[in-house]
């Protein structure tokens, strides 16, 4: 939620003054506006105060400046469309979820799935690894695809994507140059 500089600059000295607080829980952007707005009123700050005003506005900028490169998007998108097909399997197989185990396991693998898919997108780094290592797993039950391409060759195909999409994501997130430190 952003905040509207021209409601405070209308507060009072008072009111603009629980804005600076460090106990206070307004957002960083609000405690910058209303440290400006009594600045200009004249209000002078203490040492104290401006240290706590200051790496308020820091973390501010610095979320700001987390800039997430095109490719976890990519990776991200892939990853909801691999969950997808996963629901497509599910719809396509119902009969096998026949239990509660079943369906536990079936939605767990779902939130596994959507979950890594979100926090690719917010461009966190270690996720690489985790499906990396999760997929090199999941390489003991390659020959199940096998045998489903086989035996019903809609849910091989869906499974294959599947492969394809993940594989696809895992190489898209291992050529995110690492960020430049300054």
């Known amino acids: 939620m952003s905040t509207n500089r021209n409601i405070l600059e209308k507060m009072s000295d008072q009111e603009l003054e629980r804005y600076i607080k460090p106990e206070s829980r307004f957002t960083p952007d609000a405690v910058k506006y209303a440290s400006e707005i009594l600045q200009s009123r004249g209000r002078v700050f203490s040492a104290e105060e401006k240290k706590w005003i200051n790496s308020s506005i820091s973390t501010t900028q610095s979320r700001k400046e987390i800039i997430i490169h095109p490719n976890h998007t990519k990776a991200a998108n892939l990853m909801y469309l691999s969950g997808a097909l996963s629901i497509g399997n599910m719809i396509w197989v119902y ?27 917010k461009g966190i780094d270690w996720v690489k690894y985790v499906l ?34 993940q594989i696809w994501a895992i190489i898209l997130l291992f050529q995110v140059p690492k960020p430049q430190t300054l």
Request: glycine content about 10%; overall charge negative; proline content about 3%.
């Open 132 to 165: 990396l290592i999760t997929f090199l797993i999941g390489l003991i039950g390659i020959q199940s695809i096998y045998f489903n391409l086989l035996s019903d060759p809609v849910l091989g195909i869906l499974n294959i994507a599947q492969t394809i999409l």
């Open 95 to 121: 009969e096998s979820l026949n239990s509660p185990s079943s369906i536990a396991t079936a939605i767990a693998i779902l939130a596994f799935i959507f979950g890594m898919g979100y926090l690719a997108g």
